[in-house]
């Protein structure tokens, strides 16, 4: 193991024993690939699986796997219609598990979200009976307004070219704080504890993972 991967790992502890004092499990993985491994060996097939369409979960090949079957996967996006979209996510609320990644994760355990309809966060915040959290170290910050700048400036203007938004941090590659009207930097949850233990299980990655 490299010095490198030797701190990374470290840095891991220390952010999977702050967030058991949060009343979130962590556990922590050099690999994607073993991360995604561990993740599906915990997933009962026939178990409903909602998710926040992120890029970090497509990345370490958790949803090709989810994807081959065995799973009842909710997923927004083959909606037709709004009206199909809007009961998919119905459906999600009260789903067994919900994938997502997290913008930021402090080094104490707290994690930083932004978000636009607010799906996501909500979903975080309450309603699926489990929380499944991939994250690539890259996304570790050492404080809120950290993990909000990096949002900001790194996550956002990246998904904003992803998704062909007209939005000044797409031409620039900065945050503008603009209230334009694709903008989708509107909410933003700080989750600094979760009321249910056990509720919300982050998966670290020593790989990097996402924007």
């Known amino acids: 193991m490299s010095h ?29 690939a073993a991360c995604t491994e ?21 990345e370490c090949g958790l949803m090709d796997n989810i994807q081959k079957g065995g799973y009842e996967l909710l997923d927004r996006s083959l909606a037709k219609t709004p009206e199909e979209a809007r009961q998919i996510y119905a459906r999600t609320v009260l789903a ?3 994938l997502m990644s997290t913008n930021a994760i402090t080094t104490d355990g707290i994690l930083i979200n932004i978000d636009g309809n607010g799906n996501r966060v909500a979903c975080l915040i309450q309603g699926p009976s489990h929380v499944i959290i991939i994250a690539g170290m890259n996304k570790v910050v050492t404080s809120v ?3 909000v700048a990096r949002v900001r400036n790194m996550a956002s203007p990246a998904n904003a070219i992803r998704l062909e938004r007209h939005l000044p941090c797409a031409v620039s590659g900065v ?22 233990p056990g509720r919300i299980k982050v998966y670290l990655t020593g790989e990097p993972l996402g924007y």
């Open 175 to 196: 945050c503008h704080d603009c209230l334009a009207p694709e903008c989708f930097c509107n909410q933003i949850v700080v989750t600094r504890r979760s009321m249910h």
């Open 38 to 58: 561990a993740i599906l060996s915990t997933l009962p097939k026939g178990a409903v699986i909602g998710w926040g369409g992120s890029e970090s979960i497509k």
């Open 145 to 147: 307004p950290e993990g």
């Open 4 to 32: 490198k991967q030797t701190a990374l790992s470290r840095q891991a502890e220390t952010i999977i024993k702050n967030l058991e004092k949060r009343n979130m499990e962590g556990f922590y993985f050099e690999s994607a």
């Open 96 to 98: 067994d598990y919900y």
